[in-house]
């Protein structure tokens, strides 16, 4: 095994092997593996703990000790700034989106509106005819 894979995302960190986003200074708590297939598995799984990232797979030599040598080039720069923190956490609002009341959160009582009064109608009369009954001489001529 000259080569093994590891995980970076577009904030310049690494994937540990306990899953946690390090700077990559450490090379043997990275993950890393010799097969680009589980490489694959375990972007899938970080990406969808955290569907935002966008994590690559990086091919890096061993070192004689067995630990990935991590490219110059591929690694954050060093900041003074010791309270920078994880940059993936920010705790501000996006800047698209525009702080406003959420309706679903807070709904607003509908506006009460007076029932309409229904329109009177005026019974319609009984009909003054009544049913006509058979003529009874017509059917005692029938039988």
Known sequence: MSHVYVLTNQHQQFLSKSGEWTDGREPNKLFRSEHKDVAINQMFEAN????????????????IKGHPQ??????????????????????????????QANPEIEPQPAPEVAPEEAPEVAPEPAPAETPAQPDENKSESAA
Not at 48 to 63: A, H, M, Q, W
């Open 48 to 63: 969808t703990r955290n569907v935002s990232l966008r994590i690559e797979l990086l091919l890096c030599e061993l070192s």
């Open 70 to 99: 991590i490219p110059e080039e591929a690694l954050a720069p060093v900041s003074s700034d010791v309270s920078q923190g994880d940059p993936e956490i920010t705790p501000s609002t996006p800047e698209e989106l525009p702080e």
